[in-house]
């Protein structure tokens, strides 16, 4: 008698399943393969802010160069930059629950701030706490870099107060203005701009500051401060404001006589936000200056013609003169290429090996300038005195240098 033997129904169906599983493999090919995980970046900026465009110009720069860092491949290997946005509104307590949030955020390897002084120094303490990586491309006040921390977790690409009053100090000095007066913000950043032009005068004598004059935020008018700083001799006045503030003022000089127009030398928050439109016609009647770190109008043709392509990708922006915020686009697209180089020398998303590569990156060919290198252990500043220029609104409110 023949024997047969046969093998249980569920060997074959398993045999059967296996032998699909790689076939289907085989003619899916990398298809079933996992997409490699992003590694996030974020971004805690004002962009519920009413009138503001400093988040919005931030955010240009960065998705920007992400796109342009994703297209030539990502970082590690290949795992491609993810933005992640959040709105503080310029509220420090907003700021600080947004960082609490990217510090719990899996491959969340830094977070880029916006243009407030004011809510980053109140962020600080959270982020020493949570050693979360943060980078400055807009806020300016020296305690943001100047904090203490050991190890410092917080790189600026920027402007600091202690160049700015410097640069619009020895301006008025060049034009034959020596007597100034200072109308300051009443918060940490106008704190920091007063310690900054005091210790200006303390070395340089020929220039004095004749009286401070105080403002807070919202005010809807600054003129009595601004005639108190005339009465007391000033010839020009150092302005420390963001774009509202100095729109009411402009609009308020510009109603004096002329002969009580005197000249107004700025810090760069008015850039931030639709100050030519809130000053109207106005700001063609009275002398306006504002600093600046960077002119798209002196850039290098070679790097403005690269990232004007990488541009046209994310946005339909196509001429620099459309292009609003222009020291946040360009801080932000610099230092996302240096942070995407130190990610790849860290070899991982780990925070603090990302921190320390910072410290490594030998040389980055920027937009604003080339940095060699950006960041060192004792130097967590990237820009300097040679970045500094002054710049002037022309009638159709773009923002050209006076070569100055």
């Known amino acids: 008698m023949l024997n047969l033997i046969f093998p249980r129904p569920g060997r074959i169906f398993a045999r059967f399943a296996a032998g699909f599983v ?6 899916a090919g990398t298809d079933l393969r996992a997409e490699p995980t992003p590694v996030r970046i974020g971004l805690d900026a004002e962009f519920g802010l009413d009138r503001s465009t400093s988040a919005q110009a931030i955010e240009l720069g960065l998705r920007t160069a992400i796109g342009e860092i994703n297209r030539a491949g990502g970082v590690l290997g290949g795992r491609p930059l993810e933005l992640v946005t959040r709105d503080h509104r310029s509220i420090p307590a907003r700021g ?3 960082v609490e949030e990217f510090a719990r955020m899996p491959d969340l390897v830094a977070v880029f701030g916006g243009r407030f002084s004011p809510v980053v120094i109140e ?6 706490a949570t050693k979360t990586l943060f980078l400055a491309v807009w806020s300016s006040a020296d305690g943001i870099v100047d904090n203490g921390m050991t ?8 402007l600091r107060d202690s160049l700015a009053m410097p640069k619009l100090l020895g301006t008025a000095r060049k034009r034959g203005l020596p007597r100034v007066g200072l109308l300051l913000t009443n918060t940490s950043w106008g704190r920091s701009n007063l310690a900054a032009a005091e210790k ?4 340089n004598k ?14 809807q008018t600054l003129v009595a401060q601004y005639q108190a700083l005339r009465n007391a001799g000033a010839q020009a006045i150092v302005l420390v404001a963001n774009d509202d503030e100095a729109a009411v003022l402009v609009r308020e ?30 700001l063609r009647q009275v002398d306006f200056s504002v600093i600046q770190t960077f002119s798209f109008f ?8 690269r990232f004007m392509a990488n541009l046209a990708l994310v946005s339909p922006i196509r001429r620099i003169e459309d292009i609003h915020g222009p020291v946040g686009v360009a801080h932000a697209y610099d230092l996302m290429h240096i942070l995407a180089k130190a990610i790849n020398l860290a070899g991982s998303t780990d925070r603090k090996k990302v921190r320390d590569a910072m410290e490594k990156v030998r040389e980055h060919r920027g937009l604003v300038k080339n940095y060699v290198p950006a960041f060192t252990p004792a130097r967590h500043e990237a820009l300097g005195v040679n970045e500094l220029l002054i710049a002037r609104y022309r009638a159709d409110g773009v923002l050209v240098p006076t070569g100055e």
Request: proline share 6%; net charge positive; glycine share 6%.
């Open 151 to 158: 190890p410092n977790y917080v790189y600026r690409l920027s």
């Open 96 to 98: 600080i629950r947004n």
């Open 298 to 305: 002196k850039a290098n043709r070679a790097q403005l013609a």
């Open 206 to 219: 020929d220039v004095k500051i004749v009286q401070t004059a105080w403002y807070n935020w919202r005010d």
């Open 200 to 203: 200006f005068t303390d070395r």
């Open 22 to 27: 790689i076939a289907a493999l085989g003619i």
């Open 253 to 282: 000089v510009a109603a004096l006589p002329e002969a009580q127009r005197i000249p107004i030398l700025s810090h760069w928050g008015v850039t931030g936000g639709e100050f030519t439109a809130q000053a109207g016609p106005a």
């Open 123 to 128: 962020e600080l303490p959270t982020l020493k």
